[in-house]
């Protein structure tokens, strides 16, 4: 309930003062929902840390060669698109962080096996 009385705060404070869009208020972490959160609090710049997640989502589907890794890929960034918008402290989490790392570099995992493998049925 108080999430969404916040966020219907911070929807009503773009009304007034549509300038807030671009510089936002500062951090308050009330709405405890990441999307409202950065816009209130830093503007569409603030949007900013949800494409840099979109970057790392994107390099790491690419970078599959598995359809059945990308689909696993894909549900897993989706998952946590979804629970962070629903959801605070979730995208600017360093606890996130390395599993984000390695689920986006995981594709050099699957190429080091396959090394490993060919390497052991040369020998």
């Not at 208020?25 to 949800?50: C, K, N, P």
């Not at 359809?67 to 979804?82: C, E, N, P």
Request: without cysteine.
């Amino acid at each position: 309930h108080k999430r969404w009385e916040e966020a219907y705060k911070v929807y009503q404070g773009l009304l007034e003062s549509p300038l807030l869009l671009f510089t936002g208020i500062g951090w308050t972490g009330r709405a405890e929902q990441d999307l409202v959160d950065l816009i209130s609090s830093f503007g569409i710049s603030g949007v900013l840390i949800y494409m840099v997640w979109l970057y790392f989502a994107a390099y790491a589907i690419k970078n599959q060669d598995n359809r059945s890794d990308k689909i696993f890929i894909t549900f897993i960034f989706i998952l946590v698109f979804g629970v962070a918008t629903l959801a605070g402290h979730v995208m600017t989490s360093a606890m996130l962080a390395p599993f984000v790392a390695i689920l986006a570099n995981i594709h050099l995992l699957n190429n080091t096996k396959q090394q490993m493998l060919y390497l052991m049925q040369g020998q």
